[in-house]
């Protein structure tokens, strides 16, 4: 079975950059799919954030688009979330999860991390 | 961006009986709707794609269906289980969107 896990610290000052890590078991990152970031506000608002997809391209949220990187280390069979110059705003429950390429439908998830932005 | 619009955030419901969320997009997305599941502390569990196919392991009891920019999910005969936020998502265009959530409380 394809399991997906986030990992991170939990809590970010301020103007600094988030980073999480998603490691991915059951199947290579680089077989097929996109691998993705959602995250989900407080008051449940979820939000699509970019992903990773099995060749290495990328495609982001425009909202997100000047803050946001997702880089990934095959080796590992790991993908990594950051996201620079964080807000009390950007506090939520971020996930990873797998998508198809041609079609985003997530479904495989990770089990999510809480992150906050708190000074 | 395409709005996704669940008219009801709550819905309250009884054990046995008939559900029907709805789901309006901001502009047509030719049947590329999700449906997902979504209980306290976990993550969302695809349900539905393609506004009318079943995920496998999804018992029969749930159904979707819509065209155009109006979609439904219906959950006949409703279990203790099914009580949840359910939420929409379209992929027609980039950025994918999802709708607010409906969650189901018993009466």
């Known amino acids: 079975d394809v399991q997906l896990q986030e990992s991170g610290p939990g809590l970010v000052k301020p103007s600094q950059s988030l980073s999480l890590t998603c490691t991915v078991t059951?199947?290579?990152?680089?077989?097929?799919?996109?691998w993705n970031w959602i995250r989900q506000f407080p008051g449940n608002k979820l939000e699509w954030m970019g992903y990773?997809?099995?060749?290495?391209?990328?495609s982001y949220n425009p909202s997100l688009k000047s803050r946001i990187s997702i880089t990934r280390d095959t080796s590992k069979n790991q993908f990594f979330l950051q996201l620079n110059s964080v807000t009390t705003e950007d506090t939520a429950t971020y996930y990873c999860?797998?998508?198809?390429?041609?079609?985003?439908?997530?479904?495989?998830w990770g089990a999510g991390t809480t992150v906050t932005v708190s000074s | 961006d395409i709005q996704m619009t669940q008219s009801s955030s709550y819905l309250s419901v009884s054990l046995g009986g008939r559900v029907t969320i709805t789901c309006k997009a901001s502009d047509h997305i030719n049947n590329w709707l999700a449906w997902y599941q979504q209980k306290p502390g976990n993550a969302p569990r695809l349900l539905i794609s393609g506004a009318t196919s079943l995920e496998t392991g999804v018992p029969s009891r749930f159904s979707g269906s819509g065209s155009g920019k109006d979609y439904t999910l219906s959950i006949t005969s409703l279990q203790t289980e099914d009580v949840a936020t359910y939420y929409c998502q379209q992929y027609w265009s980039t950025p994918p969107t999802f709708g607010a959530g409906t969650k189901l409380e018993l009466k």
């Open positions: 059951g199947y290579s990152i680089t077989s097929d799919y996109a």
């Open positions: 990773i997809s099995y060749s290495g391209s990328t």
């Open positions: 999860a797998r998508g198809d390429y041609d079609g985003p439908v997530f479904d495989v």
